[in-house]
């Protein structure tokens, strides 16, 4: 991110009051004559999504040269994830210049993005198989724990946190994809139960999208049972990348609903935790499908990703939030991309972070101000991006600590090694040298 440029807010004062509302879709020479009414289907939104790479060059036709399908396939070898993408976002994709595009970048990776892995970048870089007590739990927080019934979404994103486990094996890793299981959840459900502290469940994966209607219904009514259970959040990506389920899937929103009731019977509560990233994720049919929720009294919150050359600048990361907030969507975490596989051209660095969190405080409401937080390698959990012990920008080491989640424990961010100086690159090229550096940071730190 070159400093200033992309730190000056040029937006109009109502910009972010403008839905898109074209029928957009029929750009794409496969559904150019496919109808409002059929598109906001969301059968046949499932029907239509793209798997494979081969399905992008048949919806696309002449929109597909030869070189970007060479790219995709080379994409193909590279990346942890699959390929899943629905009618709606691939049509939201700049077609007339699909590598540079925000939205192409987040969810069909090409080979020529993809730079080397961090040298401490780790598949599970926040521990959270290490701080799991039984499958599909991670508990690191004393109150609240993460439930990872099902391993499948209705988007893949190329950024995905947990690309070793989220969606089918690919070239380069090997995963047992599950759905929700019987058996797993009793398993679940019985460390819930045993444990009184916890008053908070975030019920993630995979997607909540991708769960049946009786199985929201089984897991929302499970959970709120057990006495001390106060808070759930149903995680889900579905209102940005697949609005057209709220809409028009009535058994499922029926479900949910009928478990966020229950819960303020009970003086508990169910919320939806979405996922936009980019204001170019946003059309009419997410403002309608968060008009539904809001009718019910759903109250959704929005955790994004930071990421290079999709909204690491002011005025994509300022429409976004006050876009979402004008949709009665709180943003509520934008977080430092985590140092995962397959992912360094997405990083930025913990200054950028800081610049931009700098930026956008006080362009809008306190309340629809998101906090920008680094999730500490290694299982610190989440930290307010400014709060590392010691930042040495230079070599782009930031040392953490966690007092009230790993007492005594030290953690490091690094900054992604291509936005350091060319001696700082060189210092980083010899493993001696980096981990002089490192040891010299936490030292500086304090420990
Ligand atoms: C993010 C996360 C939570 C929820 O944290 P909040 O800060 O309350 O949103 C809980 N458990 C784990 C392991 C997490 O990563
Ligand atoms: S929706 Fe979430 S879990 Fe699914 S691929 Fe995207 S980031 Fe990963």
């Not at 046949?44 to 696309?60: A, F, P, R």
């Not at 700098?358 to 809008?364: E, I, L, P, S």
Request: net charge neutral; charged share 25%.
């Amino acid at each position: 991110m070159s400093k200033g440029n992309n730190l000056k807010l040029t937006l109009k004062d109502d910009q972010h009051r403008h839905f898109r509302d074209d029928d957009f879709w029929r750009i794409i020479p496969a559904w150019k004559d496919v109808t409002r009414e059929e598109f906001s289907d969301h059968m046949w939104q499932m029907k239509h999504s793209i798997k494979k790479v081969e399905q992008v060059k048949t919806v696309l036709a002449e929109l597909c040269k030869d070189q970007f399908y060479q790219d995709m396939l080379e994409g193909q070898k590279i990346t942890p994830m699959n390929i899943r993408i629905t009618p709606y976002i691939f049509a939201l994709m700049d077609w007339n210049d699909p590598v540079n595009c925000p939205m192409r970048k987040q969810f069909l990776p090409i080979g020529s993005q993809f730079l080397p892995d961090h040298p401490y970048y780790e598949a599970d870089s926040l521990h959270e198989d290490v701080d799991s007590p039984v499958p599909t739990i991670t508990h690191r927080y004393h109150d609240k724990v993460l439930f990872l019934p099902t391993t499948i979404c209705p988007v893949y994103c190329s950024y995905c946190t947990r690309s070793r486990l989220i969606g089918g094996s690919t070239e380069t890793v090997e995963k047992e994809t599950y759905g929700v299981n019987q058996a797993r959840m009793d398993v679940a459900f019985d460390y819930i139960r045993a444990h009184p502290a916890i008053e908070d469940v975030v019920i993630s994966g995979g997607d909540a999208f991708m769960m049946t209607a009786k199985q929201i219904t089984f897991i929302g009514e499970n959970l709120l049972n057990i006495p001390h259970i106060r808070r759930l959040r149903f995680a889900t990506k579905g209102i940005a990348i697949y609005p057209q389920k709220i809409l028009s899937d009535h058994e499922w929103f029926n479900a949910l609903n009928g478990v966020h009731k229950k819960a303020r019977e009970m003086g508990k509560s169910v919320v939806i935790h979405t996922h936009f990233s980019s204001p170019k994720e946003i059309t009419i049919f997410s403002k309608l499908a968060m008009d539904r929720l809001f009718a019910e009294g759903i109250i959704v919150r929005n955790q994004a990703v930071l990421q290079e050359g999709v909204n690491d600048n002011i005025n994509d990361m300022v429409l976004l939030i006050k876009q979402i907030s004008y949709m009665n969507i709180q943003p509520y975490y934008v977080y430092m991309h985590d140092m995962v596989p397959g992912c360094e051209h997405f990083r930025t660095t913990i200054a950028e972070g800081e610049a931009l969190e700098k930026a956008v405080r006080g362009t809008t409401a306190g309340f629809n101000t998101p906090t920008f937080v680094c999730d500490a390698p290694g299982g610190g959990g989440k930290r307010h991006v400014a709060s590392y012990e010691y930042y040495d920008r230079e070599n782009g080491i930031s040392v953490w600590t966690a007092p009230n989640v790993k007492p005594g424990e030290v953690f490091f961010y690094f900054d992604p090694i291509r936005k350091l100086s060319a001696e700082a690159q060189a210092r980083w090229s010899v493993k001696e040298t980096r981990e002089a550096m490192i040891a010299e940071a936490k030292k500086k730190a304090g420990f």
